[in-house]
C-alpha cells in the first residue's frame, strides 16, 4: 500500500510525535509499503531529514512556546491537496497531542473522504478532555479516582480531595502541566501556575501505587505493563529520557489482577468510542483496587513506547504492530466502500 504518515504538528508534545512518525515509516517500509513520512508543518520530509530525525531522539524538555509559536499550521490545511499526498491508500496517524489527537485533524480528513488509522474526531476528543473521559468512565463502571474541576480554593481541593493531589491540564498529554502537590503551599503554587495554561484544570485525588497500562489493538488487549518512575510520577523526563523508568512487560503481577485491568481497559477503549488501537493508564493501590487514570487514542509509536512493548511481550514485533494498525484501518475503508 502507499502510505502517509503524518507528524510533528503544533502541539508541545512535536518531538515525541516526530520520533514516532519517522520510526513508523520505516517499520512500514520493511513490511514492503510505499511510504511518505509528511511534518503536519512543513510538508514532506526528504531522506536526510527522516535519517535526522531518527537519531535525533526526544529532547529532554518539551518545545519552548516560542518554538511553537514560530510554526505555521496553515499547510495542514493543505495536506490532502498536496500532490505527493493524492495517491494515498491509508494516512498513518503518528500525532501526538494539540490538533493532532483532539479530534481537529481526524474532522479534517473525515471531510477529504480520505482513509486514517486510529480513532476518529469523536473518540480523539472523548480520550483528550480527561474531564469528560472521567465521567464516561464512571458512567460505564470504571473506577477513576475523584476529581473537580474549574477555580476551587486551596481549601476547597483540601477538603474534597486530601493531599497530596494531582493538579493536572484537561487537555494534556505526556504528562506535561501535571503537578502532584503535596501539602497546601504546593497546591498553592500549582493553583496559580495553572493559570497560565490556558485550559480547563483539573484536580484529582491521588492513589499512592503501581503504575500500571494496557494497550488495545484491534478488538484484543495486550499484555499489562508495569511503569517504575525514577521521579516520583511518571513525568515527561521519565517518559522520553533512557534510564529514568523501568518498564517491565509483562508485568509480575497476578493474573487475576491482569485479566482485570485488561477487561477494564477493552471496557474504555469502548466507552470512549476510540478504534483501531488505544492504551489505557491505571494506577493500583495497596489494597490492589485499580484506578483508571486516562486513555490515549494516539499512544506513543517509537519502537520503545509503551503500546508497542506490551505488544511485543504478546508476541507481535514493532513492524508487524504497524502493519497490523494499518490493515485495521484498511478494512474498515473496504468495508465503507462496499
Known sequence: MRIAVLMGGTSDERDVSLSSGVQVASALRACGHDVIAVDTVYGV???EEEVQLLSGGVRPAPPEAAELASLDASH???LTRDPALGDIDVFFLALHGGSGEDGTIQALLDVADVTYT????LGCSLAMDKEV?????RDAGVPTPDWMVGTPTVDEVVDGLGLPVIVKASGGGSSLRLVLAHDRAELAAAIEESRDWGDVVLFERYHAGRELTVGVVGDETLPA???IPEHEIFDYECKYQPGLAQEIFPADIPEELAGVLRSLALRVHRALRMRDYSRVDFIVDDDGQPWCLEANALPGMTANSLLPKGARAGGTGFEDLCD???SLAAARSSTHSS
Open 45 to 47: 520530509l526528504g531522506v
Open 76 to 78: 495542514t490545511v493543505a
Open 118 to 121: 486510529g480513532s476518529d474526531r
Open 133 to 137: 473521559t472521567k465521567r464516561l468512565l
Open 225 to 227: 505493563g508495569e511503569i
Open 324 to 326: 497490523q494498525i494499518v
